[in-house]
């Protein structure tokens, strides 16, 4: 059975740091590309980043201007992402999600429970 479970989410100030973890089990990590996206309240899923299969290539949305970062431990089979200078409006559910090959041009196909950031003060 195919499983990716975030965890790492949790109350931050503005300006704060949190890093999140996608572990993942059921199927063979390094055979696929995989993007975190998030969803903040009343609004739809909104793309975060996305990593190639063996960490080789990354991407990430204009709007985090360099802000977080997306990696991966293939020996360990879980993704992270990142997320430094954290403003109010990065307040959402995030989830990790399985392309279907090894780039991140595929379709995606398996999404976690997701993990809940909120950055208040």
């Known amino acids: 059975e195919v499983q990716l479970v975030e965890t790492g989410g949790g109350l931050v100030q503005p300006g704060g740091s949190l890093r999140l973890s996608c572990a993942v089990s059921g199927f063979t990590f390094d055979d696929y590309a995989m993007s975190w996206v998030r969803q903040a309240p009343g609004k739809g899923l909104e793309w975060v980043s996305s990593?190639?299969?063996?960490?080789?290539?990354?991407y990430d949305a204009d709007y985090l201007k360099g802000r977080f970062s997306i990696s991966r431990d293939n020996a360990n089979n879980t993704l992270y992402l990142q997320m430094n200078s954290l403003k109010s409006e990065d307040k959402a559910v995030y989830y990790c999600?399985?392309?279907?090959?090894?780039?991140?041009?595929?379709?995606?196909?398996?999404r976690g429970q997701g993990t809940r950031v909120h950055v208040s003060s």
């Open positions: 999600e399985r392309h279907i090959s090894l780039t991140v041009s595929d379709a995606l196909d398996a």
């Open positions: 990593i190639s299969w063996n960490g080789g290539n990354t």
